[in-house]
């Protein structure tokens, strides 16, 4: 080897072998391909995601078609035209359930919660002791004051009396020989025959033996009211209980369960509370001796039970829950108010004479105030602000702002805003409306919608863009029919 030092040439450099060069070739080749893969699977992937917001809006379009929400005139291939979703001018029916403003009589109403009580509760208890003998009512039955409910044994009794009797005539006996013995001393004192010593004496004995019989007889009432105690008779009249107490016991005056319990129920009461900001209008009418008709409805507001009249209030507010006791008499004569039954209460306290009404339901009440929703000719609605008067309980009375005539919607105001258009349709309509679409025909769209990403996958980058295309985002393929 030669020294460049010593000005001998340097050799020129050895070539590059060829497998270096192959290899930057390939890594080349292997970039780009993962290029065109990414950008392949990007394109694959933004098509089948504007082919599934395609089809998801056709689906809508077609749901809103077949529930009559306003779908309009179909385009090609089941595209929405002017009035459907996704169209120009396109705007949705809201089905709702309208009413009618009328003008009328209408009575104001005061709304209670009450409980039905007997007029008379009465534990019928037995006044002697002695064996039960007899049981002579039905349970539940209905009885009349005087009637006979059981009895006692009456042998006792009736002993006691006849000693009281046998006591009594043989007092009677001796008061009738005083007697007789002190008119013959007054005839012998007359004549001088006797002193007045013994006339004294003798009337003093008459009077002794007057208050013996007096003793006497009280004693013989007594045992007859005892032997008359035991016959237990009914005191009020009225629906008598179960029974508490079989024949054959012995029973006790110290007995607290009685024989039964008889609740008076012909004619009935009820107690009720009303705010205390009612009690003026009520008073008033009362104090001006006026009959305030009451009417009793079950606890679902469903069923009217009775018809009775107001008795009178509480003699204080319940500073608690800020209301006052009312009471009301029912005949009941049919028996459908029950004690200690719950029920609502409505007092009829004034009638209003032609007053503009609407039903409680179509109230909505926000930041302005309350409003309700009128439905004019073209179908829109407009909120109109309204000042209410008194109500019965499902209809109040309209101070200001409606008139006679005038639509007000009841039912579906929950998305309603100024100026949209609605649908009239009665109640059943309503639910229909709001049914969603059937489950069958949801899976069949899901089900295309899947077939389509399936085939995709199998045909690859081609198949995925003719599916896109099926769905109406290629070009040069033919739309599939629905």
Not at 373 to 387: A, E, F, H, I, L
Request: aromatic content about 4%.
């Amino acid at each position: 080897m030669s020294n460049p030092q010593q000005g001998q040439p340097t050799p020129p450099n050895p070539p590059a072998p060829r497998g270096g060069n192959d290899r930057s070739h390939r890594r080349t080749w292997i970039v780009a391909a993962i290029v065109i893969v990414l950008a392949g699977a990007g394109w694959y992937w933004h098509g089948h995601r504007k082919a599934a917001r395609e089809a998801s809006a056709a689906s809508a379009g077609a749901a809103s078609s077949a529930a009559g929400m306003g779908a309009g005139r179909r385009g090609p291939g089941g595209a929405s035209g002017a009035g459907g979703p996704g169209g120009p001018g396109a705007q949705q029916r809201s089905p709702v359930v309208v009413n009618t403003v009328t003008r009328r009589n209408m009575d104001v109403v005061l709304n209670g919660l009450g409980n039905v009580t007997p007029v008379a509760n009465v534990t019928v208890r037995v006044q002697v002791s002695g064996p039960l003998l007899k049981v002579l009512f039905k349970e539940g039955q209905m009885v009349k004051a005087g009637d006979v409910l059981a009895e006692i044994d009456p042998r006792p009794f009736q002993a006691t009396l006849d000693q009281a009797v046998g006591q009594l005539a043989r007092d009677q006996a001796l008061l009738q020989n005083a007697r007789l013995d002190q008119k013959r001393y007054k005839t012998l004192l007359a004549q001088d025959s006797i002193s007045s010593q013994q006339v004294d004496t003798q009337d003093a004995l008459v009077r002794q033996y007057e208050g013996t019989v007096k003793t006497d007889q009280g004693n013989v009432d007594n045992a007859r009211l005892q032997l008359g105690y035991t016959r237990i008779v009914a005191p009020v009249s009225g629906r008598i209980g179960l029974r508490q107490v079989d024949p054959g016991n012995i029973v006790n005056t110290t007995d607290t369960n009685g024989i039964a319990l008889i609740t008076q129920i012909q004619p009935i009461a009820v107690l009720y509370t009303i705010p205390e900001d009612n009690l003026p209008s009520v008073l008033k009418k009362l104090n001006a001796g006026e009959k305030l008709p009451v009417q009793a409805w079950d606890r679902q507001m469903r069923n009217q039970i009775g018809d009775g009249t107001l008795l009178t209030t509480d003699n204080q507010i319940d500073t608690t829950t800020g209301t006052v006791k009312l009471k009301a008499i029912f005949p009941n004569t049919d028996g459908l108010l029950f004690p200690n039954q719950f029920v609502n209460v409505r007092t009829r306290i004034d009638t209003l004479e032609n007053a503009v009404v609407m039903p409680i339901a179509a109230i909505q009440r926000g930041q302005q105030g309350t409003f309700v929703y009128v439905v004019g000719d073209d179908s829109k609605v407009k909120v109109q602000v309204v000042t209410l008067g008194p109500g019965d309980g499902s209809h109040t009375a309209v101070l200001k702002g409606l008139e006679p005539g005038q639509r007000v919607v009841v039912d579906g105001a929950d998305r309603l805003k100024e100026g949209m258009t609605v649908e009239a349709v009665d109640p059943a309509a309503r639910a229909a409306a709001l049914t969603p679409a059937s489950s069958p025909r949801g899976r069949g769209r899901r089900g295309g919608a899947s077939g389509a990403h399936a085939a995709s996958g199998a045909h690859g980058a081609g198949a995925s863009a003719a599916a896109a295309a099926g769905a109406g985002a290629g070009a040069g393929q033919q739309r599939p029919q629905q």
